[in-house]
């Protein structure tokens, strides 16, 4: 049962604190109007990132610079402000947010964004010495450590825990960069029987397939018992050399969901409905990975601008007394990008592979980075043109003055 039951006021100016300003967060943001709404924005950090892309920055395709934007700028774009710090309690009762720097601030209605964190599942040693793969940050200090180790000259073992989305955008990155050495090897462990789960059998055989003449090994159907500096043991009892663990397991929902009282049970999602109203607190809305709602869906960026629209819509709908929308968040394909060497449309039916379709995913980077930008605030349309041009030379450049990339390009592959 709601444990809010305030009534509104029609025409009033009401406060909104929006946690988290990724994805959902900045979407909600975008569609909340300053004329109507004071409206206060809180991340610990300074800039939008976009997550879809990470991976690249292991092999340098991508720079940091490219897959982030300032937050308060875009933030301040809207009418709005951001501040900067990290959020302890989202307390339903009191309507208060709580910071880690002792700011408190009251609200009238707030929107939870906080997305998910990295799940390593309780292995032992894994949060340790496996490398995480949830920021640009993350991705890029596994790039700069696997330069500096290839550099070397000696055998490098790389292990990629987790043979999902992630895991297989990791590899495909790699194996960009490093598959012409033979003394680099990779494994990658999941946990399932086949890589992609939920997807069609073929996308792992088409994968593996593209894996063959490389040093690759793949380990599914087993589960990773423990993490050591420079060992990996599986629940098969193998046991695996590893000089860089890069764990792509999965993610949870953050303590913040647990602290605040917004789930049904410790260590789970936020728990929604269908129009994403909080089930415990009537003016809190959940948007993005954080929700929970009652037919889940897949924790993808796509959804959670969607649902951080739809979380501002429905604030305001209260706000003027107004029936709700329910989420209409039909089934998408995924695209998974396989390095250079194939590119993935993937549904739960059937898929696509082919070179061509990376183009695809790399024209939805540059669109989304455009609408996710405030074209008014200094500087924007540079770092636009910076962007453009950082992906046209890394990317479509190389594409057409290579040949035998030419020669991939367009042709399509069915897989069912």
């Known amino acids: 049962m709601n444990k809010s039951s305030r009534t509104f006021i029609l025409g009033h100016r009401y406060h909104v604190v929006i946690v988290g300003a990724n994805f959902a967060g900045l979407k909600a943001a975008s569609a909340l109007?300053?004329?109507d709404f004071r409206v206060t924005v809180i991340d610990t950090h300074p800039y939008f990132e976009f997550l879809p892309n990470i991976h690249e920055l292991i092999s340098g395709i991508?720079?940091?610079a490219n897959l982030r934007l300032p937050r308060k700028s875009l933030i301040e774009g809207f009418g709005h402000t951001f501040i900067r710090d990290f959020v302890t309690k989202v307390d339903g009762e009191k309507k208060r947010i709580d910071t880690a720097t002792g700011q408190k601030f009251d609200y009238d209605f707030c929107i939870v964004a906080v997305g998910g964190v990295n799940n390593t599942f309780g292995v032992e040693g894994a949060d340790q010495y496996a490398m995480p793969f949830k920021s640009v940050e993350n991705c890029y200090l596994i790039g700069q450590k696997l330069a500096h180790l290839v550099k070397s000259?000696?055998?490098?073992?790389?292990?990629?825990?987790?043979?999902?989305?992630?895991?297989?955008?990791?590899?495909?990155?790699?194996?960009r960069k490093y598959r012409k050495l033979a003394e680099v090897n990779i494994a990658v462990i999941e946990k399932s029987p086949r890589l992609l789960p939920g997807t069609i059998a073929s996308v792992d055989s088409e994968i593996r397939g593209l894996c063959q003449p490389f040093n690759v090994s793949f380990h599914t159907g087993v589960g990773v018992e423990k993490v050591e500096e420079k060992t990996i043991y599986l629940s098969s009892e193998e046991i695996l050399p590893?000089?860089?663990?890069?764990?792509?397991?999965?993610?949870c929902a953050p303590k913040i969901i647990d602290e605040s009282g917004l789930n049904n049970a410790p260590g789970q999602?936020?728990?929604?409905?269908?129009?994403?109203?909080?089930?415990?607190?009537n003016n809190i809305f959940i948007a993005g990975d954080a929700a929970e709602l009652p037919n889940p869906i897949s924790k993808q960026a796509y959804y959670a601008m969607d649902m951080g629209i739809l979380a501002a819509e429905n604030l305001q709908h209260m706000?003027?007394?107004?029936?709700?929308?329910?989420?209409?968040?039909?089934?998408?394909?995924?695209?998974?990008?396989?390095?250079?060497?194939?590119t993935f449309l993937v549904t739960d039916k059937f898929a696509f592979s082919g070179q061509s379709l990376a183009a695809i995913k790399e024209s939805i980077f540059q669109l989304n980075m455009v609408r996710m930008d405030n074209p008014i605030r200094l500087g924007g349309i540079f770092d636009t043109a910076f962007r453009i041009n950082s992906a046209a030379t890394g990317f479509v450049l190389p594409s057409l003055t290579s040949f035998s990339a030419l020669k991939r390009l367009g042709k399509l592959k069915l897989l069912n």
Do not use: M
């Open 62 to 64: 991508k720079k940091p």
């Open 242 to 251: 590893s000089d860089i663990t890069i764990w792509t397991g999965g993610s």
């Open 319 to 342: 706000a003027n007394g107004n029936s709700f929308a329910n989420a209409n968040l039909p089934a998408r394909p995924s695209i998974v990008t396989f390095g250079d060497l194939s």
């Open 153 to 175: 000259g000696d055998r490098t073992n790389i292990v990629i825990v987790g043979g999902n989305l992630e895991g297989i955008e990791a590899l495909g990155e790699i194996l």
């Open 269 to 281: 999602w936020a728990a929604v409905n269908h129009c994403l109203q909080s089930q415990k607190y």
């Open 33 to 35: 109007s300053s004329e």
